[in-house]
Every structure is written in C-alpha cells, then in structure tokens.
C-alpha cells in the first residue's frame, strides 16, 4: 500500500509564499502520478498541479505561472511551491497519486476520483 503525508501547510499574508511537501513511503516507485488539489468550504476538489514519471506538469489556469509542482525521487518526495498567494487560494491542499497519468493531463486536473492513493491533507490559509 502507498501511504501520503503532507507537510508545510499555514497562515500567510497575501502575495507570500508556501512550500507545500508531500512523503511517499510503502509500495511507492517512480511511474506513478503525481498531483497536488485543494478543496475549499463549499467548494469541489480541483486539481492545481500534476507531474507524470517522465517529469512532464500541468496546471489550471487559476495558478499558472504561481505554483511549481516538482519532485525529489531520492527522497520519494512531492512538492508544491506556491509563490504569490491570494486569499482565495485558502483551502486544505492534498497530495494524491495514481497507478499512472491516464489520460489528457488537463483532465486529471478535474478527476480527482482517478487517483485512488490520498494524503490526509495539510491547511493553507491567505489573509488579504
């Protein structure tokens, strides 16, 4: 079994940053894939970065060019490096992972139901 466990999460004033990290331990090897989603109150899971084993990423449109997802096989760790936060990116971030990246990368963004492996989820909170 794979086992998640996010790290990194806190307050923060907006347009600071976050580094959000993400453990991988039990049956983990290197061709799963790998994203970052975040769920607000009220709001639907979504997907805010995915990374295949080839190191190819993807992002929705609301964080492009702020986040960074990247990975450190060495160490089996997943990281989400958000710059220029907003308050409307508070929300409890997941790291999740699945057997592979099935499909078009832009539509994993919206199919967290395709990734079976979650973390328990770490609390990002932006004040304006």
């Known amino acids: 079994n794979l086992q998640l466990v996010e790290s990194g999460g806190g307050s923060v004033e907006a347009g600071r940053s976050l580094r959000l990290s993400c453990v991988a331990s039990?049956?983990?090897?290197?061709?799963?894939?790998m994203a970052w989603f975040r769920q607000a109150p009220g709001k639907e899971r979504e997907g805010v970065g995915l990374?295949?084993?080839?190191?190819?990423?993807e992002y929705p449109t609301s964080v492009k060019g702020r986040f960074t997802i990247s990975e450190d096989s060495a160490k089996n760790t997943l990281y989400l490096q958000m710059n220029g936060l907003k308050p409307e990116d508070t929300a409890k971030y997941y790291c999740a992972a699945a057997d592979m990246c099935g499909g078009p990368l832009r539509s994993l963004l919206n199919a967290p139901a395709d990734f079976p492996y979650w973390g328990q989820g770490t609390l990002v909170t932006v004040s304006s």
């Open positions: 990374i295949t084993h080839s190191g190819s990423t």
């Open positions: 039990g049956e983990f090897y290197r061709g799963y894939c």
